[in-house]
DNA sequence: GCCGTTTTCGGCCCGACTGTTTTCAGTCG
């Protein structure tokens, strides 16, 4: 099993983590979710390549991808003595396993099949083209135990011997087998938009083609994408593939069908473009589109009416009576059309069916930013100029937030700059129309759970933001009285980039948010989605969790230049895929009943 | 291994592409 989007709901870091050793995490002081869901991954790869129960093998991933959507920790839930049984996927079996994780820290079940298997084994089934059934063969019949092993097989030939392989496979796989590392690698939701746009314009150009839309994981909007996949209708497929081969984006076609193209692009990324008739064109986008879990439960819907459906369309016996819209292919299987953000297969089916699918927030709804920098600390532009920009896009309101004194690399500010710096920033608002500025800032909240500027000062400002920058390897235990400390702070309105991590190179702070969100509802603070595509902190699970809380959450941008408000989009998305209306993003608001919800 | 107002047993989504094959298994999404 590879790991592309599909398949793992755990995170990047927790990937290397992962594999990199030990799946056992020293670092925490309690047992985080994903990587309880790593381990019944792997678990459930290591039975995969035992050749074990499809079926089994299934329950393991549905159960870890229950439990990486999980807000509320599972360690908290055993402490508790909650019923895990309740939680969808999660049987008698896997509670049972859950609660010996988190309670002696070790996993029987995996140990013992770890020592049948060595780790080396599973890293073959990143290689493209390989599964567990060849990695089994590999293991059992020529006992290669690395990455390293199969390749001194493959230069020696020895595997174009084997029943069932041949010169082509071990080409393929030798050609691949070094991309394997390359290949765990996503990238960023920005990143993968841009290139799936550029591609979507530049097919949108050929005549031929009549719809073309960017699908999979990029559509969804997930965080990172590790492919990328586009759709197109067009009455021969040739002419729209010849078009992406010849793209300049592209490196190589990998495989080529009377369908389906898959190509490679020149920064390593993976993408494919399905060529389907106009009247399959909505059943193929549901189908591409995604997720897999989301797929599984609409094709079991059908099933469960006497249907079939696939990437062609809704088939009662061999009549097609839906297919040409997505909404049309929901309609057959009885439900109303369902925002791509919202496809995980976690609460999008029960909200479907009670008639309560949340109507999610836009970028349109957005009337103020309250995270920006000037050049006071880090910033590239002044004050005036960070205001026009954001007037320019349509806001109403900004909060200047410079850095407080701790960021000294980024020239944070103390408390006379600061109050200097507010006098500019009044003096600024004075002699602009059309957009409203607040005086922030965005203060450290210090490794001893001080807050790097006085209750004094924070006292005077509009706006403060309260946010980690160092320390975030400390324990849980001080992470948590840190936060804590500032939530209780009566000058504190928000919590900022929560957990401090950048995706794909810094893990966050271990932060409990199910005693985090209570607290912040507690003392009526808000909590920021982070717009940077490598921030995107809050994540689409504690938002939606902060939203079942009552709390209200801030789309921010964290701008450092008038170009910063640009990435608004990915903090919209991200709120989108927590289900957040406007009514829940308090910054959709007017600054009149903004101020309102201030404490 | 999970699940269940038809079920506590018998189900568990569906098809394209490739390589190795004379009809299919493995992989992938």
Redesign the pocket.
């Known amino acids: ?2 790991y ?1 989007e ?1 398949n793992p709901p755990f995170r990047m870091s927790q990937f290397s983590l992962f594999y990199a050793g030990q799946p056992h995490p020293t670092k925490y002081d309690c047992m985080k979710n994903e990587v309880i869901a790593s381990h019944f991954e792997m678990l459930a790869d290591l039975l995969e390549i035992q050749g074990a ?1 499809p ?2 093998i ?3 991933r549905n ?1 870890a991808r229950t439990i990486s959507s999980t807000s509320e920790s599972l360690d908290d839930m055993v402490s508790s003595e909650k019923d895990l ?1 309740e939680l ?8 049972r396993q859950i609660h010996e994780i988190v309670t002696t820290g070790k996993h029987v079940a995996l140990e013992a099949l770890r020592k049948e298997i060595p780790g080396g084994v599973l890293d073959m089934l990143r290689i ?8 089994s063969v590999f293991f059992n019949e020529l006992g290669l135990r690395s990455l390293a092993d199969l390749k001194a097989a493959c230069e020696a030939g020895q595997l174009a011997k084997l ?7 071990e080409e ?1 796989i030798l050609q691949n087998i070094d991309l394997a590392a390359k290949q765990s690698e996503r990238v960023s939701i920005a990143e993968a938009r841009a290139a799936a746009e550029a591609i979507v314009d530049d097919l949108k150009q050929q005549a031929e083609v009549e719809q073309v839309s960017v699908a ?1 994981s990029c559509r969804r909007r997930r965080e990172t994408c590790g ?1 990328l ?1 586009i759709l197109a209708t067009c009455s021969d497929p040739g002419p729209p593939m010849d078009r992406l081969a010849a793209h300049p984006l592209v490196e190589t076609v990998l ?6 193209q898959r190509v490679r692009l020149k920064t390593g990324i993976e993408l ?1 473009l399905r060529v389907v008739p106009e009247a399959s064109f909505g059943a193929a986008l549901l189908y ?1 589109t995604g997720s ?1 879990e989301h ?2 439960v609409v ?2 819907r ?2 469960d009416l006497n249907l ?4 062609y369309g809704v088939f009662r016996g061999e009549e097609q009576i839906a297919g040409r819209t997505e909404e049309d292919v929901y309609a057959a299987v009885g439900l109303p059309w369902i925002p791509p953000e919202l496809r995980e297969h976690r609460r999008e089916f029960e909200w479907a069916d009670a008639g309560t699918l949340p109507k999610l927030v836009t970028v349109v709804d957005i009337q103020g930013d309250l995270h920006m920098h000037t050049t006071a600390s880090d910033g590239a532009a002044t004050i005036e100029e960070m205001a026009l920009a954001a007037k320019a896009r349509g806001l109403k309101y900004i909060a200047i937030t410079d850095h407080s004194k701790r960021v000294s690399m980024a020239n944070g500010l103390d408390a006379e700059r600061l109050r200097q710096h507010w006098k500019d920033i009044q003096n600024v608002r004075a002699r602009m129309s059309g957009i409203d500025i607040l005086c922030g800032i965005e203060c450290d909240i210090l490794e001893d759970a001080t807050m790097d500027l006085a209750d004094d000062v924070l006292a005077e400002a509009d706006w403060v933001i309260a946010v980690l920058h160092y320390g975030l390897k400390q324990p849980g235990k001080q992470i948590m009285k840190r936060l804590m400390a500032a939530v209780k702070n009566p000058h504190v309105d928000i919590i900022g980039h929560c957990t401090g991590r950048m995706i794909g190179r810094r893990e966050g702070a271990d932060v409990n948010f199910t005693d985090l969100l209570k607290a912040a509802a507690d003392n009526s603070v808000m909590m920021e989605i982070n717009a940077h595509p490598s921030r995107l902190d809050l994540d689409d699970i504690h938002a939606a969790a902060a939203k079942d809380q009552g709390i209200p959450i801030v789309i921010s941008t964290d701008s450092h230049s008038v170009n910063g408000f640009e990435v608004l989009e990915y903090g919209v998305d991200q709120a989108r895929r927590a289900g957040l209306t406007s009514e829940d993003v308090a910054n959709t608001k007017s600054l009149k009943e903004f101020r309102e919800l201030l404490k």
Do not use: C
Request: glycine share 16%.
């Open positions: 099993m590879r592309t599909k129960n079926f089994r299934r329950a393991y159960g049984t969808t996927g999660i049987g008698k079996d896997l509670a493209q083209g390989v599964g567990p059934k060849k990695v029943k069932g392989f041949g010169r082509k496979t393929s999979g492919d996949d495989q080529r069908g009377d369908t389906k494919d591409f897999k797929n599984i094709r079991q059908a099933k079939k459906v696939n990437e």
